[in-house]
């Protein structure tokens, strides 16, 4: 800077200082008038707030002065100061949503990356789950939908960080929970989601995942508001899997029927072939797609009141979601409740209160025995009818060959209802013992109940095959309640050019869950679902948990040119045994505004700000189990002596009284850049994270003699391996609010590279997920120097056509266990010993994307709005299950009519192998089952109009502020080379929550094509 | 604000409170779902209860594959499609079989059960004063805990061959090598004999117990496996208060109104109880599945069909066929053979009678009370005869042999009856044929014959054609040739998880051919 400008702002400021002027104004923004806004000089540590009606007046303002105008969430407006006597100012909302800053209740932290998602984008989404209504909106965030209402929805926070349970933190008000089912989006004011270790050590023990933070909806002076808002629409999936007919089912059970005797063909003939050459299916031909799958409704109304005085203020929330699922008899409703209220009761105490009441009810697509629902629908004969002449559900005979379930009368005759009733709620005081000191208590509360009613009732199918004179009746009844006991003291002062902040928390956390399962059965009747009979049963067990924390946080900013923040916490869990169960979680932080700087003069750089950060977090999620550091005998392992159950006590755990803490170092390095007064954004974060004393059950050699599972005997959690994970998140927002039509775009793009450092001591890969059946072996692993969860197998490469090629390629073929023959699958011999076995596996996939993006534009015209959202994922493999429904043959199934051009004869070059009866090689685990999940998929495209307040004055009598009415389309186009029926791959859970079925698609309910509709009329 | 600086005052001593209040000590909890090991066998229901568990493993056992596998991989079945039944009949199982994997699991978690039993004896004696149980509780615990350990490491060694010996409770969750057969076969005797000096003799335990008699005679059946024949001859000479049933009375063998009669020597038991669906296929002991679902599917599905080579094993006059093989509709079954066979919703002959519900009831299901025998009398009695041939007592033998003759009413082994039907017993020789032929037609169905096969060094030749309608196809080019290698399938793989997660095994360490 030229030392005579430097002369000039030097010269204007005494000025400044020496007359000193009042401005007055108000800033306003889409809502209306603005309060609490930030009102300051720039380069001045002058600054007031805007009060309830947005007003402000600020003094002692000089000519040549520049003030800003900010509020978190908007974008920044300066104004050069030239004598004005009022300034109104109009804030646009800033649609990147990003921030440095976040509040958490247990004070400030500054220099982090932190996502915000504000109401408006997701209040018009109807969606069970917040995480689905996240996909796409936040850069590091990476959501996997299941495609049933109510599902679970994955969230990974910046890659793969734990082998275990990889969900985020969720916290609703200061509360923490797991049981976002049960807010509805209309109540969310804003979702933060934090994600570097300044933020995240914050959050100490449990903040390795991430932390999403969910503020909802608080009162607001002035006059009292009334919004409703209801949509209706349409979920359809029109895409099919090529299945055979009939008549080419029937044909293929005779070419079956051929083979009896021959290698790889069955002992027996088909019967009903067999028994009757012409039989011809008497005219059936069932398309079990089309009965399975349906055309399913959605509605959604919700309603929001607010108001209140500048002493108390208030905000009732409301709301009724519906929603089918597309396979039959599934689907999905809730109803919620919100009320929250603050009150200043004296000038140094605000007491307030949040309360958010939630009921929802699911069915699941059922899974019985086992069977992925697809494999049954997919399996299914054909000629076997829905429904029999005699009314029974369809079924084969025990001659057919094919034991593919009836998958209509699965659904029909199992009911699994999950009801969830859930509280979260707080109250809080907020005392003010000094100038910037504050003291806040809070105690909150999480309580949920989930009950859970499963009547599996009495059956027979026509075909003689299955039936069950039994009806069973399981009930679980389990509560979950959880209290936080918060108590912060807070500094937070500026001294000139100084500012500082500082807090100490102290926080108590006790959670329990009670779990109660009855069950029963008998043949008396199915149309009873209580349980009643003398074989009624019932078992209970609970698991308490306790967390104790003290955290320490500080942050220093000089002249709002550099920052320095730091934390220190420190977490006392239950789950380690007592010498093992605390652990300290420091993390700092760095930042430097570069625009701030004298020095700094570059005009069209509105904002540049530098930062990075360092910090540790913790894990101590260990599933539902008590005390895994102890020994324990198993109560219920009973025998039957002498005819009568008697009572069996034995081992069933394998203690581990090493178990300690997860812990991760995670560093971020980023900047934020404004260009042309915030119209073009851009930020840019290298993340780097390492996880340590990974947390995973790991499975005991099965001679351990430990009951656990029926085939690998029991695992035990232990602290294994070092999972590194590293990566960029862009994020680019460009807008332009000039004229009529007003628009803005904003994409972000993350990548994340896991790779996992370390198993432990002996450095053996782990086998982690199975789907069995109908694999008997698992599906990934975890293995050092590989992505987490990589799928492992052989690798196919088309199908022997000739004994000659086998020859060939496989000269010690003969002498393999099980030799191959012509017809089945080529896989490759890895291991060159000249035969196929498991020692020719190897990595054949990762389901670890290389990168995810999303793209969102908006558009404002005269009233029209118009919001487009896409999103992708790419460089991603799945293990795709349906492979082997459509093509397995091994079983007198249906198949996909792709099994037609299967190999029949020596010198058939085909893609598809030869029918081999019975478990076999063809389908052992192999890159068969592998293909590119990868996909770009039209999430939303919204129109809406609101109607000219003028018609809404006519008709409503002034009574109504605005009236919106609008269209939307969900999941419309989806490109992808995968061939499954949906490229997102629902996740599944085991039992311990854990996220290692990723990328694994077990023919789950597709994402439908949605239309809807809605109207937002705000009174 | 000198007011708001006493509250700051008071606010700065409430939170120097809580800090102190919050202190570690409120945060470990206690575990009330479980039962902790160093304070147990302290009643004698809580000892009852750890023998109790040591049985647990053999119904999750014989839910299935206990009977599959033997019966699978012998010549007296052929398997459906089914894939629990195929790949054994076919010799095309792998390490990965997750059937195998069960089998193995069950047997050690078995073992299990009974090494907490055997390695807190001196935990019991402790307890005894002042408790409601005696040293010969004790006694009685530990020799059925022996008993069944040996019994687990009979399944495991007759499967797999060597396995990791886990006889220590304090180092059993420990990884371990393999051993060898021989040392898994010293470590069974070890503890039958164990069992034999510590249980009560069959009327003075309770009924389902294992028995004194029930140690000696599996004793004397391991002893004869090994070839110790005047040591089997010792064992099976002390097993007493057993006898034949009559002829009337042999269903009884088989059927669930029968159990625990004079000629059963051990049984697992079922009887029919489920907890929840989970509990019936859950297949891991925990919960209540007293349930065998062999009923279903051998009988119901026909999934594992008595071969046509045992059946015509059986002489025409033998009235043995219809009380084990269920063939057509000149077959009856049920209660006082009230019904005609084929049952309803049942696939139809041949099908086993042997251990189905249809001895009591008209239809099959799932839930299958029928306990499992795992010896006869009968067996003991065929195996005196065998031993006293190998020790050169001919005439002893034919006696023992003779017994079966005579219970069956079937002709004498030594007649001109029997001579012409193909069975002299002149010499060692014919002798060993008419063992092999009774052993065959007695105990078909009773998951004895592959292990009999084996040890006669008959595998080869008896299991290589398949034992369907062609197997005695006197042109060879006709009988179908099963996938039998003796090098290779007189044992199965090791499970993979098992080499996978012991890490003191390797791939080295798989049987030979897998």
């Known amino acids: 800077m030229k030392l005579k400008n430097l002369c000039i702002v030097f010269f204007l400021t005494i000025a400044g200082q020496i007359i000193g002027q009042t401005v007055t104004g108000t800033v306003t923004s889409n809502g209306g008038p603005l309060p609490g806004a930030n009102v300051t000089v720039k380069n001045q540590s002058k600054g007031v707030v805007t009060n309830f009606d947005g007003n402000y007046t600020l003094d002692n303002i000089s000519n040549g002065d520049v003030i800003v105008y900010s509020f978190v969430g908007f974008i920044s407006k300066e104004v050069s100061y030239s004598g004005q006597k009022e300034i109104n100012v109009f804030l646009d909302e800033d649609l990147v949503g990003l921030d440095e800053i976040v509040i958490v209740t247990y004070g400030t932290q500054r220099n982090t990356p932190v996502s915000v998602v504000k109401s408006e984008d997701l209040s018009e989404f109807p969606t069970a789950d917040l995480g689905q209504a996240l996909q796409g909106r936040a850069a590091g965030v990476t959501v996997t939908n299941g495609g049933s209402p109510g599902s679970q929805t994955l969230v990974q926070i910046r890659g793969v960080n734990t082998f275990g349970d990889g969900t985020p933190l969720y916290v609703v008000d200061g509360v923490f929970t797991n049981s976002i089912n049960s807010l509805d989006l209309s109540s969310v004011e804003k979702v933060d989601i934090l994600k570097d270790a300044a933020s995240l050590a914050v959050y100490g023990s449990r903040g390795t995942n991430g932390v999403v933070l969910i503020t909802t909806k608080k009162g607001k002076a002035g006059k009292t508001s009334f919004t409703v808002q209801a949509s209706a629409g349409i979920q359809e999936f029109n895409r099919r899997y090529d299945l055979m007919n009939t008549s080419q089912y029937i044909q293929f059970l005779r070419e079956i029927n051929a083979l009896v005797g021959q290698n790889g063909g069955p002992d027996d003939p088909i019967e009903r072939i067999n028994d009757n050459p012409l039989f011809d ?57 919100n009320i929250n209220a603050d009150a200043s009761i004296a000038d140094w105490v605000d007491i307030g209160q949040t309360l958010a009441l939630a009921h929802s009810e699911t069915i699941l697509p059922e899974r019985f025995e086992g069977r992925d629902p697809l494999w049954n629908i997919i399996g299914q004969a054909p000629y076997v009818p ?28 199992n009911d699994n209802l999950s009801r969830f009733s859930s509280i979260i709620g707080s109250l809080y005081a907020t005392f003010k013992l000094a100038e910037g000191l504050t003291f806040r208590t809070q105690f909150g509360l999480n309580a949920n109940l989930n009950l859970f009613d499963a009547q599996n009732r009495a059956f027979e199918e026509g ?12 009930k679980n009844r389990q509560t979950v309640s959880q209290t936080i006991f918060t108590n912060t003291l807070a500094f937070d002062k500026t001294y000139g050019k100084h500012s500082v902040n500082a807090s100490a928390v102290l926080e108590q956390t006790k959670i329990k869950l009670e779990s109660a399962s009855i069950s029963d059965n008998n043949t008396v009747s199915s149309s009873i679902p209580e349980v009643f009979s003398p074989n009624a049963r019932a078992t209970s067990f609970s698991v308490p948990e306790n967390l104790n924390s003290v955290l320490f946080l500080g942050g220093y900013e000089f002249d709002k040119r550099y920052s320095v923040s730091a934390s220190g916490r420190r977490d006392t869990s239950s789950r380690f045994a007592p010498e093992n169960a605390s652990e300290w979680f420091f993390s700092g932080a760095l930042g430097w505004n570069v625009t701030n700087e004298s020095f700094f003069n570059v005009d069209w750089i509105n904002n540049l700000k530098l930062r990075a950060s360092y910090g540790e977090t913790g894990n101590n999620r260990t599933g539902n189990t008590v005390n895994q550091f102890l020994p324990t005998l198993g109560l219920n392992l009973p025998s039957s002596i002498n005819n009568e159950t008697a009572t069996g006590i034995s081992p069933n755990n394998a203690a581990n009284p090493d178990i300690r803490w997860e812990t991760q170092i995670k560093q971020n390095y980023g900047f934020n850049l404004g260009i042309l007064n915030d119209q073009i954004q851009v930020t840019v974060d290298y993340f780097k994270n390492r996880s340590e004393d990974l947390l995973i059950p790991v499975e005991l050699a099965a001679s351990a003699g430990i009951p656990g599972n029926a085939q690998t005997g029991p695992s035990v959690i232990r602290n294994v391996g070092i999972v590194d994970v590293k990566g960029f998140e862009f994020t680019l927002g460009y807008n332009d609010y000039k004229g009529d039509f007003k628009w803005n775009f904003w994409a972000n793009l993350t990548t994340a590279q896991n790779v996992v450092e370390s198993l432990g001591v002996s450095g053996e890969p782990i086998e982690r997920a199975r789907l069995n059946p109908p694999f008997a072996a698992p599906l990934n692993r975890l ?3 590989e992505a987490p969860f990589h799928f492992f197998g052989l690798v196919a490469d088309g199908v022997f056509s000739t004994q000659e090629q086998i020859d060939a390629e496989l000269p010690n073929n003969s002498s393999a266990a099980v030799p191959v023959q012509p017809g089945d699958v080529r896989y490759l011999d890895i291991s060159g010993n000249g035969q196929i076995g498991l020692e020719d596996r190897a990595v054949i996939g990762d389901p670890n994307p290389d990168f995810t993006y999303s793209v969102n ?38 198949y996909g009519t792709r099994v037609i051009r299967r190999w029949q004869n020596p010198g058939d070059i085909t893609d598809i192998p030869r029918f081999r009866f019975g478990s076999n090689i063809n389908n052992e685990i192999s890159s068969r089952y592998i293909e590119d999940a990868s996909y770009l998929r039209l999430r939303n495209v919204t129109v809406g109009y609101n109607l000219p307040s003028n018609w809404i004055n006519k008709s409503g009598n002034g009574l109504i502020k605005k009236l ?28 311990l929550g854990l996220v290692d079925g990723l990328g694994i698609d077990r023919s789950a309910q597709p994402r439908p094509v949605t239309v809807l509709s809605g109207i937002q009329i705000e009174f | 604000m000198k007011k708001i600086s006493n509250y700051f005052l008071g606010f700065a001593v409430l939170f120097a409170l809580l800090l102190i209040a919050a202190c570690d000590e409120d945060v470990p909890v206690e575990n009330t779902n479980a039962l902790n090991p160093e304070i147990f066998f302290e009643s004698r229901s809580q000892v009852e209860a750890a023998v109790n568990s040591a049985y647990n493993q053999f119904q999750t056992l014989y839910q299935r594959v206990g009977y599959v596998f033997p019966d699978a991989i012998s010549d007296e079945v052929v398997a459906s499609g089914d894939p629990n039944f195929a790949p054994y009949n076919r010799f095309e199982f792998n390490a990965t079989l997750d059937n195998i994997a069960l089998y193995w699991t069950a047997c050690f978690n078995g073992v299990g059960a009974c090494n907490f039993v055997i390695g807190n004896e001196d935990r019991m004696r402790a307890n005894t004063e002042g408790s409601d149980f005696s040293n010969e509780d004790i006694d009685n615990a530990l020799g059925q805990a022996y008993y069944l350990r040996a019994l687990y490491y009979y399944h495991l060694v007759k499967r797999f061959g060597g396995v990791p010996l886990k006889i220590d409770v304090l180092t059993a969750t420990e990884d371990q090598p393999r051993a060898t057969a021989d040392q898994v076969y010293n470590q069974i005797i070890a503890d039958l004999q164990m069992s034999t000096s510590l249980t009560s003799p069959k009327g003075a335990t309770e009924t389902g117990r294992v028995t004194k008699e029930a140690a000696y005679a599996m004793l004397g059946k391991v002893y004869l496996h090994r070839q110790l024949y005047p040591e089997a001859q010792d064992a099976f000479s002390n097993v007493i208060n057993h006898s034949l049933l009559p002829i009337e009375e042999y269903r009884d063998n088989f059927s669930e109104t029968g159990e625990h009669n004079d000629e059963s020597m051990f049984e697992i038991g079922y009887n029919g109880e489920v ?59 049920g209660p006082g053979d009230a019904f005609q066979f084929p049952c309803p919703g049942c696939v139809g002959g041949p099908v086993w009678y042997k251990f189905s519900q249809l001895y009591d009831e008209q239809n099959v299901s799932q839930n299958s009370g029928v306990n499992v025998r795992i010896m006869r009398y009968a067996d003991v009695v065929l195996m005196q005869a065998e031993v006293e041939m190998n020790l050169g007592n001919n005439d002893v033998a034919v006696d023992f042999l003779n017994e079966i003759r005579d219970r069956a009413g079937m002709p004498r082994y030594g007649t001109a009856t029997m001579d012409a039907r193909g069975f002299p017993v002149n010499t060692r020789d014919q002798i060993f044929r008419a063992i092999v032929h009774e052993r065959f037609v007695e105990l078909c169905g009773e ?36 996938n039998y290698d003796p090098s290779v399938h007189r044992v199965m793989p090791i499970p993979q998880n098992e080499i996978d997660a012991n890490t003191q095994m390797s791939a080295g360490d798989q049987n030979p051919g897998y």
């Open chain 2, 447 to 482: 998951q004895v014959r592959f292990d009999d096969l084996v040890r006669w060094n008959l595998d080869d030749q008896e299991l290589s054609i398949f034992p369907d309608a062609n197997f005695n196809n006197p042109d060879p080019s006709l009988q179908v040739i099963r």
């Open chain 2, 275 to 333: 907890g929840t669906e989970a509990e019936r296929w859950a297949q891991t002991g925990i919960g209540t599945s007293e349930v065998t679902f062999r009923s279903q599917d051998y009988t119901g599905w026909a999934n594992a069909r008595p071969s046509t080579k045992v059946i015509e094993e059986f002489e025409e006059d033998d009235p043995r066929l219809d009380l084990a093989i269920l063939q057509d509709e000149d077959n009856t079954y």
């Open chain 1, 463 to 474: 075909g003689g095959r299955f039936e069950n004179p039994i009806n069973f009746i399981t």
């Open chain 1, 281 to 337: 299916g008497n005219g059936i031909d069932t398309d079990w797609q089309d009965a399975y799958f349906r055309q399913a409704p959605l509605y959604n109304v919700n309603g929001n009141i607010n108001g209140g005085s500048e002493k108390a203020r208030f905000n009732i929330g409301f709301s009724r979601l519906s929603q089918d699922g597309v396979y039959i008899d599934t689907g999905f409703n809730r109803s919620t409740l």
């Open chain 1, 857 to 894: 534009l908006r558009a404002e015209y005269k009233g029209w709005d118009f919001n487009v959202l896409l999103n992708g994922v790419q460089g991603v493999d799945a293990f795709n299950s349906n492979i082997y429904y459509l093509e397995g043959l091994d079983n007198g199934l249906n």
């Open chain 1, 386 to 413: 829905v429904i029999d002449q005699n009314g029974l559900f369809g079924g084969t005979a025990s001659g057919d060959l094919n034991d593919a379930r009836n998958q209509i009368r699965v659904q029909e005759t």
């Open chain 1, 783 to 785: 293995a050092v120097g």
């Open chain 1, 964 to 991: 919106r009415v609008y269209v939307q389309g969900q999941n419309l186009l989806t490109l992808t080379n995968y061939t499954g029926l949906d490229p997102e791959i629902a996740p599944f859970y085991n039992a």
